[in-house]
């Protein structure tokens, strides 16, 4: 099992910055891909940034340029960057955690709101 806790959304103005981060506890050692995703109103969970305990990057084309995805695997944590926040990236965003051991699966944490919003 892995619990994953979240924390750092809230209200900022179009064109400024939030950091969010996200812990990971339980059975770290299988962990591989860790990554945020975000579900906005009326909408399906979608891909905002991965990142492999490697090192390697994924992002969604809609934050490319304005959020960046880091990981400390020291401290089985993993950050986002968020710049340049426009109203399209409200939403709930939510860690996210691939574990390589069996059963392969997601893990997910409780998502923390994020609101871009005069």
């Known amino acids: 099992q892995v619990q994953l806790v979240e924390s750092g959304g809230g209200l900022v103005q179009p064109g400024g910055s939030l950091r969010l981060t996200c812990a990971a506890s339980?059975?770290?050692?299988?962990?591989?891909?860790m990554g945020w995703y975000r579900q906005g109103p009326g909408n399906q969970r979608e891909l905002v940034a991965t990142i492999t305990s490697a090192g390697s990057t994924n992002y969604a084309d809609s934050v490319k340029g304005r959020f960046t995805i880091s990981r400390d695997n020291a401290k089985n944590t993993v950050y986002l960057q968020m710049d340049s926040l426009k109203p399209d990236d409200t939403a709930v965003y939510y860690c996210?955690?691939?574990?390589?051991?069996?059963?392969?699966?997601?893990?997910w944490g409780q998502g923390t709101q994020v609101t871009v919003s005069t």
């Open positions: 996210g955690a691939f574990t390589t051991a069996s059963p392969k699966r997601w893990y």
């Open positions: 339980g059975s770290i050692f299988s962990i591989n891909t």
